[in-house]
Structure formats: structure tokens, C-alpha cells
């Protein structure tokens, strides 16, 4: 390894011992990079396309709940609840005056 005295050096020679530094830590980075793909390709535990993970099928979820003054807006039960909801629980209704009859089977 060669030692440099920095303090001697101009500025065009600390500039390309920079450079130098740069390449060559470049060139070794991509070497184990490449090296550790390698590895995990191996393994099989990279994926390809890495975010484009295809999401777990649910079951699509009823509604639950029926706005009584339009009839076309429901509601499943599950997540923030629309504003006619909270209108009608405001107005001194309780949540179970909203549900949907089920068909008997």
C-alpha cells in the first residue's frame, strides 16, 4: 500500500487520488454486490419484481347497514363511518334502526 502525504499533495493530484478512491471502491461495491445477488438468487428468496407482491384475496364483505332516507347507500360495518351514520346517531337514532334484514335461507 502506498502512503501519501496529503498535506504536500496540490489540489489536481488530492482530486485524481479521489477519483482513483472512487472508481476502485465503485468496482468493488458492484463485485459484492453482484457476489451477494448471487447468494440470495440461490437461496430463492429475492424476488423479481420487487413491490408488485399480488395481495391476499378477500371475501368481498356485505352491507350491513342501510341509510333509511336513500336507499342506494350502505354501509359494511367496517372502517370510518359515512356521514349519514354519524347524522342520524346524532339526531338520536341507534345503529341497529339501520340494518339490513337478511333473506331467511
Given at each position: ?28 461495491m458492484a463485485a459484492e454486490r ?21 395481495r391476499r384475496p378477500y371475501p ?34 341507534k345503529l341497529n334502526d339501520f ?7
Amino acid at each position: 500500500m502506498t502512503k501519501y502525504n496529503l498535506k504536500m499533495m496540490t489540489v489536481d493530484e488530492l482530486w485524481q487520488l479521489h477519483e482513483s478512491v472512487v472508481g476502485e471502491l465503485s468496482s468493488k461495491m458492484a463485485a459484492e454486490r453482484a457476489k451477494l445477488e448471487g447468494q440470495l438468487r440461490r437461496l430463492g428468496s429475492i424476488a423479481r419484481d420487487e413491490g408488485t407482491r399480488e395481495r391476499r384475496p378477500y371475501p368481498k364483505v356485505l352491507p350491513k347497514y342501510r341509510n333509511p332516507k336513500n336507499r342506494s347507500e350502505t354501509w359494511t360495518g367496517r372502517g370510518k363511518q359515512p356521514g349519514w351514520v354519524r347524522e342520524q346517531i346524532r339526531s338520536g337514532r341507534k345503529l341497529n334502526d339501520f340494518l339490513i334484514a337478511k333473506a331467511s335461507t
